[in-house]
């Protein structure tokens, strides 16, 4: 993807087109994190809509907050920069003097914004000044968390999350939720509703090849991407449940991308160094977007249990929607409602919370796998219920609703 420098922000931004939204987040382009990926496709629905898209994330990195770069004709992004002091968290959770300035920098007429899981008291601010301004606020919703950390932290967190989940967001124009859990709590409580999972453009999978096919390989490739913690998932029982199969048979290898040996024995307790049991393990530390989408593509399953937690059950995993889009079956738990797509032993299959469950099924996916594997993975052919395209006319008419 080619990035090219637009004119200087201080000064006005001038395009073509005369209408756009500007999206607001804790996201970084170009390489996308799972926040990114997100935005990033529904920015891909206003583009095809017409809509310029002005993205505004953040970075850890050293941010140039003077430029926008383009990611194509209709989008461009900017990144502010990540809060490190305790002074600068409390400005970053409170003040909008940079989005104001980006706002007022834009010469496009701004029809709207899109906050991403928004902090509270930035968002209340955002929502007064656009009502003044006759601009449309969005709130994008795709999670519920806990407070973790210090006490102080559990508290300030705590704070605003509940600030903005049980007030704030209802006070928006519009709410786009991730999960049937979101949607089921905002419906009725505010304005404009819809229900957008994880979004996928197929377009990075078909050109680039990331589809997957059948491969008769001796080995059974499973794959888990993500960092992962007991909080989040249960990955150190997918860990034991195939290392007894690998004593057994040797038959099976797990890809592990986005965690490392030292991450593993600090989440999980499990010390796997020079551990000849656990060589059925490949570690491929942290990888970008579109690797993780090749390690989808060629492996026989992707893999991951979460836990049936208020978090869980209002995100929705980004790795299930690559999967399914890429056509590679998902082993996984129904944590996210995610029978609406999921048949299981049809185009994956659905594993139990409990672990000696959870052993027993794993053991007969593995066992039936030279049988069933490819009538199932035909199944998963042709899957689009995550390719953005498919939600452009839910988003037409959205944006009705709201007189956009």
């Known amino acids: 993807m080619s990035l090219k420098k637009s004119t200087d922000t201080t000064k006005k931004i001038a395009s073509t087109n005369n209408k756009a939204i500007v999206y607001f987040g804790g996201f970084e382009m170009p390489n996308l994190n ?6 990033k496709n529904i920015g891909n629905i206003y583009e095809e809509l017409g809509y310029n898209i002005y993205y505004v994330g953040t970075t850890k990195k050293d941010a140039d907050e003077s430029q926008f770069i383009s990611l194509s004709s209709k989008q461009f992004y900017k990144s502010l920069p990540y809060p490190k002091t305790l002074k600068e968290w409390i400005k970053y959770e409170t003040s909008i003097k940079n989005q104001l300035q ?9 029809v709207a914004i899109f906050c991403y899981d928004y902090p509270s008291i930035q968002l209340k601010k955002l929502i007064k000044y656009c009502k003044n301004k006759n601009i449309k606020v969005i709130s994008d919703i795709t999670e519920w968390t806990n407070s973790e950390g210090s006490v102080f932290k559990k508290i300030a967190k705590g704070l605003d999350t509940f600030y903005r989940m049980r007030f704030i967001n209802k006070e928006a124009d519009g709410i786009i939720a991730i999960s049937d859990y979101l ?9 404009n509703l819809i ?20 491969n008769p390989q ?18 150190d029982w997918i860990v034991e449940c195939l290392r007894k199969i690998s004593l057994e048979s040797k038959n099976v290898l797990l890809n592990l991308a986005g965690c490392s040996e030292n991450d593993f024995l600090k989440n999980f307790g499990i010390d796997i160094f020079h551990n000849k049991e656990y060589s059925f393990i490949n570690f491929l530390g942290k990888i970008n977007h579109f690797e993780a989408l090749k390690i989808i593509g060629s492996s026989h399953y992707t893999i991951f249990l979460r ?5 869980n059950k209002a995100g929705f995993p980004t790795k299930f929607a690559e999967s399914m ?5 998902v082993i996984t738990s129904n944590t996210h409602n995610l029978d609406s797509y999921l048949v299981d032993g049809v185009n994956g299959y659905f594993v139990s919370n409990n672990k000696h469950e959870l052993d027993k099924k794993i053991k007969l996916i593995v066992k039936n796998h030279p049988l069933v594997y490819k009538t199932l993975l035909l ?26």
């Not at 836990?307 to 978090?311: D, Q």
């Not at 199944?379 to 956009?404: A, H, R, T, V």
């Open 183 to 191: 949607y089921n709590y905002y419906s009725g409580k505010c304005r």
């Open 307 to 311: 836990r049936p937690t208020r978090k």
């Open 379 to 404: 199944n998963c052919q042709d899957y689009k219920s995550f390719s953005f395209d498919e939600y452009i006319d839910e988003f037409l008419l959205f944006n009705k609703k709201m007189g956009l």
């Open 34 to 39: 799972a926040a990114a990926n997100r935005v």
């Open 102 to 110: 980006i706002l007022n920098s834009i010469e496009d007429r701004i």
């Open 325 to 329: 889009q890429a056509g590679t079956p």
């Open 195 to 214: 229900r957008v999972p994880v979004l996928v453009d197929s377009r990075e999978i078909f050109e680039n090849k990331y589809l997957a096919s059948f």
């Open 218 to 235: 001796e080995k059974i490739v499973f794959s888990y991407i993500g960092f992962s913690t007991k909080r989040k998932d249960r990955l």
